[in-house]
């Protein structure tokens, strides 16, 4: 039986310099990273896909900021935010997949699934959020909205003004699990779990609720890993490997640590909080639940760290 691989691209991967934003700057950045997925499936694996939505989301609140100012139309709220650029990152991840696949003459079926991550609506984040999204605002803008959305909260952000913060709560289930497996099982590439999921809360009577939360992408990536039984999680980056001491002399690489190993970097504080310490969580608790491997890497060394010849990899 063919190895499933799962493989996380990170949101900023695909708007790789300020000005480079565009639908059509996106999309030759995804067909750069395809390349490399399309090369690991050349060599038998399954592979599914997931992404990051973080600048996407960004431009998308803007969008409807911007609208709601000058022509009165109702704000998209967050939670929908993160579904439609579900769609469109999928969408273009999807397509560059197809076409790449013609290219090499390969017949292989591609599919996005728009999914729905379960939270816990007891999770502490929801009483304390942290995660800053969207636009920088004036004080005065940002009490102007938070008349207007009572249940909102506002930061200020290192001097350069107000931010809307959100709750990132941690994901307890992928709910179309079940049908991302079986879309594997019928040999698809699978495009899911995009931005971390579409964050929802689970009622008594089995019902969802869609909520304005940002779950991190890569806790997401490790729970749908777990829960499809792949073998091996990628997470890429904007490093070929992992570091400690990084931006120090004493920098060293990392090609290869055990789980031990990690957590004891982890105690030590060198993998900051705010970038490289939820990839090593997640890729942790998907090594502790069911996983075989873990590589961390960028997207350009794919195809190199699958075959162990780049990339940090975290073993058992």
């Not at 599914?48 to 431009?59: M, S």
């Not at 002399?249 to 190993?261: A, F, G, I, Y």
Request: proline residues 4%.
């Amino acid at each position: 039986m063919k190895e499933t691989v799962i493989v996380a691209i990170g949101g900023n991967s695909l708007v790789k310099e300020n000005g480079l934003d565009s639908i059509h700057d996106q999309s030759e950045a995804v067909k750069e990273v395809v390349v490399n997925i399309v090369d690991m499936v050349q060599e038998g694996y399954n592979v599914v896909v997931t992404h990051g939505n973080g600048p996407q989301v960004g431009f998308g609140l803007r969008r409807s900021e911007i609208a709601h100012e000058i022509a009165g139309m109702s704000p998209v709220p967050l939670v929908n935010c993160g579904a439609d650029t579900q769609g469109g990152i999928g969408y273009l991840i999807q397509q560059a997949l197809i076409n790449e696949f013609a290219v090499r003459g390969i017949h292989k079926n591609v599919a996005t699934v728009i999914t729905q991550v379960e939270v816990s609506s007891e999770d502490p984040n929801f009483k304390n959020p942290t995660k800053p999204v969207g636009s920088f605002f004036s004080k005065e803008q940002a009490e102007e909205m938070k008349k207007e959305h009572p249940e909102w909260s506002f930061v200020e952000d290192s001097g350069r003004g107000y931010r809307r913060v959100v709750p990132s709560p941690r994901p307890i289930d992928i709910v179309e699990k079940d049908a991302i497996k079986s879309l594997i099982d019928g040999g698809f590439v699978v495009v899911a779990a995009g931005g971390g999921g579409i964050a929802v809360v689970k009622s008594d009577d089995n019902t969802y609720k869609g909520v304005d939360a940002v779950i991190d992408k890569d806790f997401a990536t490790s729970l749908l890993a777990e829960q499809i039984h792949a073998e091996t999680l990628i997470i890429t980056t904007g490093v070929s490997r992992v570091c400690i001491n990084y931006g120090k002399p004493n920098q060293k690489e990392l090609s290869k640590m055990t789980v031990d190993e990690t957590k004891q970097y982890v105690l030590e504080n060198h993998f900051p909080a705010g970038s490289m310490l939820p990839k090593i969580e997640a890729s942790l608790s998907f090594l502790e639940n069911s996983g075989t491997r873990v590589i961390i890497t960028n997207p350009e060394s794919l195809k190199d760290a699958i075959n162990e010849q780049a990339g940090t990899h975290i073993v058992k």
